[in-house]
């Protein structure tokens, strides 16, 4: 019946796999890789707790009441702090800019920027509710295909030699420098410093999704895009469900004061402002040093977690199979022989109880039908050990 009252843009919004397949998951004996869910035994619980009192108790003149659209003061001066463990400096709270989860931050950025037709680069594969954003934006997509070390720049300068030559221009990158969502790849410092080079010579701007930047759990973490941006054309996005708990929908921007201006104005006619109790628990973690303590436990948590996965990986999957080793975040990606349709195999493998994302969900034109994704983050580690197992007995059955 509404179909015909529904606007034309309706068509281009997609529903998330990843929630769909939480859905179908929920409440059956099905061992779920496929999620991007924290460990709850990393959430600082009792913290929370105390602090969700005090704030409420001692000031809730700003914790219960109506907030500034940018965000609560008192939570964007600690969001500089924060930044500061991140190398991000140069900054003060005009600068920051708070969001209901990453995920508005996202829809915020992409709506301010991206024009049908606009040409706009993704990583091959990326984050798929960022990818479906954007597809509701109707932009031009330039592949950036995925190495071990992140984004080949090569291929991407390739590209803009090629854009430039047509009298075209790239507007925006987005890109998962650290820990890459779904790749599991980390740049390293000289591909980070180039590609800030080419957006300077080719005049683009980089969206940085920096979700997993304090999730580095082996070796050191480079600092991320923003902190090497002198010219003011990486928007930052950071998010505290890694760190602090996703149930608290808590994002953010960094970026100039022109465009945190724009953000202002479009979210005053979105939602309003950003939770003000939200705000001022994470603005007093970040005071209390919760977070920092609380960062060490959970990056001990996901490496070892990681190297369960790695494990049972190395020992049940196909011989001719490759996957990601991340040094940080939360999942494993994997490549499989040009034989498997992982869409396809998902609903026999969900009936041998483990399910998974099918890799095609992440990359623009929906192309890696034969990857998928694996999450080690929110399973126990014996059910990685089980689920991992059971995939892979499937998948040599499939390639007998």
């Known amino acids: 019946m ?3 009252f529904l606007s034309h843009d309706v068509q281009y919004l997609r529903s998330s796999e990843i929630r769909d397949l939480l859905k179908l998951t929920e409440g059956k004996n099905v061992i779920s890789l496929a999620g991007g869910l924290p460990d709850p035994s990393t959430f600082p619980v009792e913290d929370i707790k105390r602090i969700a009192e005090d704030v409420i108790s001692s000031k809730p003149e700003i914790s219960l009441q109506y907030t500034p659209t940018p965000g609560i003061t008192e939570f964007r001066e600690q969001l500089v702090k924060l930044a500061s463990l991140r190398g991000i400096t140069g900054i003060d709270p005009t600068n920051t800019f708070a969001t209901v ?9 992409f709506n301010l920027l991206v024009d049908p037709g606009d040409y706009v680069a993704v990583e091959k594969p990326t984050y ?6 954007l597809r509701a934006r109707r932009p031009n997509y330039v592949g950036v295909p995925l190495t071990p070390e992140g984004p080949d720049l090569d291929s991407f300068e390739s590209s803009l030699r090629r854009l430039k030559a047509e009298g075209k221009r790239l507007k925006l990158f987005y890109v998962i420098p650290t820990a890459q969502n779904p790749g599991g790849t980390t740049m390293n410092l000289n591909d980070r410093k180039r590609l800030i080079e080419l957006a300077e010579e080719y005049d683009f701007l ?15 973490s480079p600092p991320p895009l923003k902190a090497l941006d002198r ?25 100039s004061k022109e465009f945190i201006n724009e953000l202002e104005l479009l979210k005053q006619n ?30 001990k948590t996901y490496k070892e977690k990681r ?10 999957f196909p011989k001719d199979a490759k996957w990601s080793r991340p040094v940080g975040g939360m999942f494993v990606f994997v490549w499989l022989s040009e034989k498997f349709d992982t869409v396809k195999l998902l609903e026999e493998a969900m009936r041998r109880g483990v ?10 034109d929906y192309s890696g039908r034969n990857t998928m994704r694996l999450n080690f983050s929110f399973p126990s580690k014996d059910e990685l050990r089980r689920g991992v197992e059971i995939l892979g007995k499937l998948l040599k059955e499939v390639s007998a």
């Open 307 to 316: 190297d369960v996965m790695l494990q049972a990986i190395e020992e049940s």
């Open 270 to 299: 979105l939602d309003l402002h950003t939770p003000s109790l939200t705000q001022m628990i994470a603005a007093e973690a970040i005071k209390r040093g919760v977070i920092e303590r609380q960062i060490p436990i959970i990056r």
């Open 355 to 364: 399910a998974y994302v099918p890799g095609s969900s992440f990359f623009y």
């Open 231 to 255: 010219s003011e054309r990486v928007i930052y996005l950071g998010t505290f469900s890694k760190i602090l708990s996703p149930g608290l929908r808590l994002g953010y921007v960094i970026a």
């Open 206 to 220: 980089i969206a940085e999704d920096d979700a997993y930047g304090f999730l580095v759990f082996e070796g050191d």
């Open 128 to 133: 798929l509710t960022a990818l479906n954003v």
């Open 101 to 109: 989860g990453s995920q508005e931050a996202l829809y915020m950025t």
């Open 2 to 4: 509404f179909e015909k």
